[in-house]
């Protein structure tokens, strides 16, 4: 037996994050990762501020989420939804950010993801301009279930893949692209398509 079958084993025994689940299940059982289905704002909150205490241990041998991501996550977390952006749909962007950071943030960050490439955002419509939209815009509460260092793969509410690869920073214009914590209601220009 495999090292990694025998830590998924002591995991499931365990209930962590190797048991089998309703949610997250690969086609033959196994959890690739944990993936919690609802989580208040103060959960969320928790989570992050316990992932920056963390990463920022003596005992940490792994690659640290950088303080920018997790800074920028809590920031996101205390943000009010947008005009005319429904509170549900908002809630969930701020739930898929922090999901992404608990379950791939290390990998990422090893990776050489930029910050862009999972959390940017067309600066004038966010909800609506894909082209400009990182990782994390797109998860729309759908779990990451793979990553390379060039491409990251969504599972579809339908078990369907979706492949996302990262834009060049030279594909937009100067100031075009924001990350979602440095959006601002002034700078927002909503079309009727934000309220799906």
Do not use: Y
């Given at each position: 037996?495999?090292?990694?079958?025998?830590?998924?084993?002591?995991?499931?025994?365990q209930?962590g994050?190797?048991?089998?689940?309703?949610n997250g299940?690969?086609?033959?059982?196994?959890?690739?990762?944990?993936h919690?289905?609802?989580?208040?704002?103060?959960d969320?909150?928790?989570?992050?501020?316990?992932n920056?205490?963390?990463?920022?241990?003596?005992?940490?041998?792994s690659i640290?989420?950088?303080?920018?991501?997790q800074?920028?996550?809590?920031r996101?977390?205390?943000?009010?939804?947008?005009?005319?952006?429904?509170t549900?749909?908002?809630r969930?962007?701020?739930?898929?950010?922090t999901?992404f950071?608990?379950?791939?943030?290390?990998?990422?960050?090893?990776l050489?993801?930029s910050?862009?490439?999972l959390?940017?955002?067309?600066?004038?419509?966010?909800?609506?301009r894909?082209d400009?939209?990182?990782?994390?815009?797109l998860l729309?509460?759908?779990?990451?279930?793979a990553m390379?260092?060039?491409?990251?793969?969504?599972?579809c509410?339908t078990?369907?893949?979706?492949?996302?690869r990262?834009?060049?920073?030279n594909?937009f214009?100067?100031?075009?692209?924001?990350?979602?914590?440095e959006?601002?209601e002034k700078?927002?220009?909503?079309?009727?398509?934000a309220?799906?």
């Amino acid at each position: 037996m495999s090292r990694w079958m025998q830590m998924f084993r002591d995991s499931a025994s365990q209930g962590g994050a190797g048991a089998i689940g309703t949610n997250g299940i690969n086609g033959t059982g196994i959890e690739l990762k944990n993936h919690p289905q609802k989580d208040t704002v103060e959960d969320l909150s928790r989570r992050v501020h316990a992932n920056a205490v963390n990463a920022n241990s003596a005992n940490s041998c792994s690659i640290a989420i950088p303080h920018v991501w997790q800074n920028g996550v809590a920031r996101l977390l205390g943000m009010p939804p947008p005009d005319r952006v429904p509170t549900t749909r908002w809630r969930r962007l701020q739930a898929d950010a922090t999901r992404f950071l608990d379950v791939w943030g290390e990998k990422a960050a090893a990776l050489g993801w930029s910050s862009a490439d999972l959390f940017g955002a067309n600066r004038v419509r966010p909800f609506i301009r894909v082209d400009a939209a990182g990782l994390v815009r797109l998860l729309d509460d759908r779990p990451v279930v793979a990553m390379t260092d060039h491409e990251a793969v969504i599972r579809c509410r339908t078990g369907a893949r979706q492949a996302f690869r990262p834009k060049s920073a030279n594909a937009f214009r100067p100031g075009e692209r924001v990350l979602l914590w440095e959006l601002s209601e002034k700078d927002l220009c909503l079309g009727p398509e934000a309220a799906r």
